[in-house]
């Protein structure tokens, strides 16, 4: 009796307990499985696209990139599992053992026990070649596929590491960071060079607008922020401006972005650049750190003599001058940042980009501003801008950097189209 209910226990504990399964593969990123520690042998997944294949008699390698590094991951294994859709650009799912490698080139690589190709890649028709260095302006004829180039991933790398640095920059610094809007009803600049918007079924009748008043794409920020900096003593924004400026030049885009910010309770402009000059060099020397690669290989196939520049850019200060002054030392292509105050107000030149920062005093006397609105026939349209003088108005300035224009600085690149991951300009909106 007693063996009867020992084997019915036996027997109910068998058919309840798990079958004992393998450890299910941890999923890891090319650059976490290249700075992995552990290679006793931990299986892994690896996902991404083929970078390079090569077939031996008993042996395959594998170059597997999925964008988060440089470099890519080294898969070997049995020539077995070769097959004819293992191309240049294919998309893989690897699953297999993390080693040690033998190879001095890479710490680590993948032994596959299986490769499961996702997507089909005709190397053929594929318009990157494998192993062609294509210059840059080929590529911005394929806006949906030079992302998966060296050299544009590691432009985007650096692109998305700077954005970084400059959100935590200010707030760093105390800045508040505030969502400025695209849609707006005045022109900040005043130059007239706008997009204005209307709904698609209403563009046939020009009298009756969505808004109720014209509504334009934002040029800038600078108004919204100068309403917020009423309430927060130190505001900024990140964010897409548009200027329907008909340029086809390598310094302009219809569309870019522009980090701007502005500061209650200043009254010098020297108050204003020594946070421009912090935020471009805290900015570059975050980037300098976490992406050594990306820009290493920016330097050697666009700009060989940037790293040389930069480093003088980094340890000087900036230097105040006449407008005059700047003029003369841009036409001598010098190193040297250029900062041109006219009246209260400043820019930042670089050679080469030109205008990276601009900035200035705001003027907030209130009859001198109510005198003019009247002049022009806009007091009814800014009286909210007059509020903000009549109410706790106080001394405030403010300044904008645009984005592409500082990583043209920072990276050498020629081309501002060549830093933007879809760039808008004349006669070409492509995606």
């Known amino acids: 009796m007693l063996g009867a209910r020992c084997l019915l226990w036996a027997v109910r504990f068998c058919s309840s307990a798990p079958c004992p399964r393998h450890k ?10 290249l700075g992995a520690q552990n290679t006793s042998g931990e299986r892994v997944k690896v996902q991404g696209w083929v970078r390079s294949v090569r077939s031996q008699k008993e042996v395959l390698f594998l170059h597997v990139n999925d964008g988060s590094s440089l470099e890519s991951l080294q898969v070997v294994a049995d020539s077995s599992l070769d097959s004819r859709e293992l191309t240049f650009g294919s998309s893989v799912e690897v699953q297999g053992q993390l080693v040690k490698s033998p190879s001095k080139r890479q710490n680590v690589e993948l032994k596959a026990e299986n490769i499961k190709v996702i997507g089909n890649c005709d190397a053929k028709t594929f318009p990157i070649r494998y192993k ?25 790398r650096i692109r998305s590491e700077a954005t970084a640095a400059i959100h935590s920059f200010f707030k760093d610094n105390g800045f ?13 600049e005043g130059a007239g060079e706008l997009f204005q918007l209307e709904a698609a079924g209403k563009i046939k009748i020009p009298e009756e607008n969505f808004f109720n ?3 334009f794409l934002t040029v800038s920020g600078q108004l919204h922020l100068e309403v917020m900096s009423g309430a927060f003593t130190q505001v900024f924004t990140f964010g897409p401006t548009f200027r329907a400026e008909n340029s086809q030049s390598r310094r302009h885009l219809a569309e870019f972005y522009m980090i701007e910010a502005e500061i209650s309770f200043v009254d010098s402009l020297q108050d204003l650049m020594q946070v421009m000059e912090k935020l471009f060099k805290a900015t570059t020397m975050m980037v300098l750190s976490n992406c050594p690669e990306d820009v290493k290989l920016c330097y050697k196939f666009i700009a060989p003599g940037q790293k040389d520049r930069l480093e ?3 340890k000087n200060n900036f230097l105040i001058i006449s407008y005059t002054e700047a003029v003369e030392i841009l036409k001598r292509a010098s190193q040297n940042f250029t900062f041109t105050p006219e009246v209260a107000a400043v820019d930042l030149l670089v050679p080469g980009v030109g205008e990276l920062f601009g900035g200035g005093l705001r003027e907030e006397r ?3 501003l109510e005198e003019r609105l009247a002049r022009s026939r806009l007091t009814e349209v800014y009286q909210w801008y007059l509020d903000l003088r009549r109410f706790g108005s106080v001394p405030h300035g403010g300044f904008g950097m645009g984005f592409e224009r500082y990583l043209q600085c920072i990276l050498g690149v020629d081309n501002i189209k060549d830093v933007i991951p879809f760039p808008r300009f004349p006669h070409s909106c492509l995606l």
């Not at 299910?24 to 499985?33: H, I, T």
Request: glycine share 2%; charged share 20%.
């Open 213 to 215: 008043v014209p509504a």
């Open 132 to 156: 062609e260095r294509h210059p840059l302006e080929y590529l911005r004829q394929y806006p949906h596929l030079r992302c998966r180039t060296n050299i544009l991933g590691s432009i985007l």
């Open 312 to 314: 003088h850019m980094l």
């Open 24 to 33: 299910p593969s941890a999923k890891l990123s090319v650059r976490d499985a």
């Open 366 to 368: 209130y009859h001198f």
């Open 176 to 188: 508040v960071h505030i969502h400025t809007p695209i849609i707006t009803s005045n022109d900040c």
